[in-house]
């Protein structure tokens, strides 16, 4: 909560100060298993737990929980062997009545008249069903629930929120999860799973708690050390996407002002579900966009906070470490049950533990070797599967460009780029390839290069208004895919 006092001096307006309060009372706590019997018996543990936890995120984080029961009485032996759903209740109140959290047993282990449970939430399910699926120039949410009507049951998506971007896409057996990650990398959106089964996706950043707060002298118990972390400054993302006809895909992305100040810094992205132009560039620009500047990282342990949920900000002050009073997206947090209810948050750095976390270990990585692009930052590919660019006697049909007899001249549409190229290199892969002429322009076609294949070139002028042109003379030339690299 928070309370408003008004000061003013003289004739100048009130200006609102705001003093962060936390709940006055304690959080109250319920955990409660559902038996897989037939009438659904319901097992309230919380008086049990000698030790436990739950960890729940947003996007990259898959919730897991593990609690320690006194079972000197023997009356839960054999009652749960896995499967069995578990919930979490959390309220300021006498008695919790709010779900927070749903998870499934995954293991039960027996030792020492104590039984030890294990498991993950239900958003883990999405990790065992795989995407092969397109979409073209489509929005995000419109893609997210089709997913979920095309391959899942159980879920639905009350809150998938709409959001202005639109994307490309083609996946191939990816997993679900992945791909609802590609998606918010896409749009800036965070994605979870609640416990009702229902999904939500939102802008980053947008879902303030306004219940809980972590303040100094007041509930925080333990703070982290706090401070920018330069090491995951990364202000140069080389997207390296799918071999369009055997030529490689890449886009480059990099800010000056972060490599002036903190050194170049390089991020290199494989992947292979990227098969466009477009897609490399939105892919990169982001990266770029959360990655280029140091983030504060840590995390601060206090009183159980009852009421937060995955991909909120939260209110936090503590001056004396450096944390000045602000909301703090929440990458991640932890709810502990021994000695008492209390609640860790990880701000903005992601804690890679492999049980939990999807990204940069969960993936289908069906093409993450090295691309041979001699240094060059942008690739402007060409597969022929389409018809593009202005025809004089050739035609493209059957994924290959030819001329439609002995002659005829093809050039490629203007691509506008953000920085000037000055340099390039050209790759066909095609037959009877002595039967055309290459030529490139840096100014829309004002000034042409002629451009053997595999060869360096220097733009002069250089620009940013590329243009390819192929002149055929040979009925023989067929042309099954070109890559223009550029710097």
């Known amino acids: 909560m928070a309370v408003e006092n008004l000061h003013s001096i003289g004739n100048v307006k009130p200006i609102p100060i705001y003093a962060w309060i936390p709940p006055i009372y304690d959080g109250e706590t319920k955990i409660t298993i559902t038996r897989n019997d037939i009438i659904g018996t319901i097992d309230d543990i919380t008086e049990l737990i000698l030790e436990g936890e739950i960890t729940d995120g947003a996007t990259d984080t898959i919730g897991s929980f593990s609690f320690t029961i006194d079972n000197s009485s023997e009356s839960y032996t054999g009652i749960w062997k896995g499967n069995e759903i578990i919930y979490f209740y959390s309220d300021y109140a006498l008695t919790a009545t709010t779900k927070r959290f749903r998870g499934r047993i995954e293991k039960v282990s027996y030792q020492n008249n104590q039984i030890k449970i294990t498991g993950r939430s239900e958003g883990f399910r999405l990790l065992d069903i795989t995407v092969s699926k397109s979409y073209t120039d489509t929005e995000t949410s419109v893609i997210i629930k089709d997913l979920f009507d095309t391959y899942t049951t159980g879920f639905t998506y009350n809150n998938v929120n709409t959001s202005s971007t639109n994307v490309t896409v083609s996946w191939y057996q990816k997993t679900f999860l992945e791909c609802i990650q590609e998606l918010c990398t896409s749009s800036g959106y965070d994605f979870y799973i609640d416990c009702n089964m229902d999904a939500h996706y939102f802008e980053s950043k947008s879902v303030k708690n306004s219940d809980d707060c972590f303040v100094h002298d007041q509930n925080i118990i333990d703070v982290g050390d706090f401070a920018q972390d330069y090491s995951l400054i990364k202000n140069r993302i080389i997207v390296q996407g799918a071999d369009i006809g055997n030529i490689p895909l890449i886009y480059t992305s990099e800010d000056t002002t972060s490599q002036s100040s903190y050194g170049v810094k390089e991020l290199v992205i494989n992947d ?216």
């Open 272 to 487: 292979s579900n990227i098969t466009t132009y477009e897609q490399a560039k939105e892919r990169g620009d982001y990266e770029l966009s959360i990655n280029k500047d140091p983030p504060i990282i840590g995390e601060i342990t206090g009183k159980g906070l009852a009421t937060i949920q995955p991909g909120e900000v939260l209110r936090i002050s503590d001056p004396s470490n450096n944390l000045a009073p602000a909301y703090y997206k929440i990458i991640s947090y932890t709810h502990k049950f021994s000695p008492y209810f209390q609640t860790t948050v990880n701000i903005e750095k992601e804690q890679r533990n492999i049980y939990h976390i999807i990204k940069n270990t969960i993936s289908t990585q069906s093409d993450t070797s090295e691309k041979n692009t001699s240094g060059f930052k942008y690739s402007w590919n060409f597969d022929f599967n389409s018809d593009s660019g202005s025809h004089n006697g050739t035609i493209i049909s059957l994924g290959v460009l030819r001329a439609t007899s002995s002659s005829g001249i093809w050039e490629s549409d203007v691509l506008e780029i953000e920085e000037t190229a000055t340099g390039f290199k050209l790759e066909v892969v095609g037959q009877t390839l002595n039967g055309a002429i290459f030529q490139i322009s840096a100014d829309g076609g004002t000034n042409w290069h002629n451009a053997l294949p595999i060869s360096n070139y220097t733009f002069s002028p250089s620009g940013k208004n590329l243009k390819i042109r192929v002149t055929f003379s040979s009925a023989d030339t067929q042309i099954d895919s070109l890559g223009l690299f550029y710097t």
